[in-house]
């Protein structure tokens, strides 16, 4: 069981990856800009990880879901696939919201 938590981040992924592409909300919509926004907030997030671990703050919880696997002291691979789903959820709920706001004043301006 050591990969359960690494194929459901992958899992998740996927299926973020299926909701961007059905709604062309994040990568669907400008990939260059969102591998950019991608990549700077997994560095944010990785650097603040790295921070708190220097500083006692964070440790990696021992599980037998994980792999075991570390990039770092305290910091276990799974964490660079949980932090770009964390990214990749919040970008694709920003571009759904810009959906439904986009929707609402369509609906807005057919009333009028």
Known sequence: MPLVYL???????TGMTVLDRRFG????????RAAIVLACGVAFF???DVFG???GI???GETSFTTGL??????PVEEILFLALLCYL?????GALRLVRE?????????S
């Open 90 to 94: 919040t970008m694709n709920s920003v």
């Open 53 to 55: 671990i220097g500083l």
């Open 46 to 48: 990785l650097t603040w």
């Open 70 to 75: 570390l990039i770092g002291p305290e910091l």
């Open 103 to 111: 929707a609402s004043r369509a609906t807005d301006g057919e009333r």
């Open 25 to 32: 909300l994040f990568f669907w919509r400008d990939a260059r």
């Open 7 to 13: 194929l459901a981040l992958a899992v998740a992924l």
């Open 58 to 60: 964070f440790f990696r």
